[in-house]
Nanobody, 116 residues
Framework: QVELIESGGASVQAGGSLKLSCKAS??????MGWFRQVPGKEREFVSS???????EYAEFVKGRFTVSRGNSQRALYLQLSNLSTDDTAVYYC????????????WGQGTQVIVSS
């Protein structure tokens, strides 16, 4: 079992930046990623990174976000830049078994609110 704990969510103005962090209870030997969810909508894929550093991003990211992992394979980060109100959501850290909509392990989520 793996516990994932996110942090870094906050309220920011449009155009601002945030860095989200995710700490794992142990080293993760599989892909990790970020998803987000707005109330009333399905959770959507944001970004992922493999153990080898291969990264993927959702189309809506458009170069604004950067995903990275800590060297110990116990940390995951998401640098958010040029935020828009459409980025307001709860952001979830996920690990292993990643697909566009699912993962084996999930964090509890961290709230990002972007105001105009």
């Amino acid at each position: 079992q793996v516990e994932l704990i996110e942090s870094g969510g906050a309220s920011v103005q449009a155009g601002g930046s945030l860095k989200l962090s995710c700490k794992a209870s142990r080293s993760i030997a599989c892909a990790m990623g970020w998803f987000r969810q707005v109330p009333g909508k399905e959770r959507e894929f944001v970004s992922s990174i493999s153990t080898a550093g291969f990264v993927e991003y959702a189309e809506f990211v458009k170069g604004r976000f950067t995903v990275s992992r800590g060297n110990s394979q116990r940390a995951l980060y998401l640098q958010l830049s040029n935020l828009s109100t459409d980025d307001t959501a709860v952001y979830y850290c996920a690990a292993c078994g990643l697909t566009d909509t699912s993962a084996t392990y999930w964090g509890q989520g961290t709230q990002v609110i972007v105001s105009s």
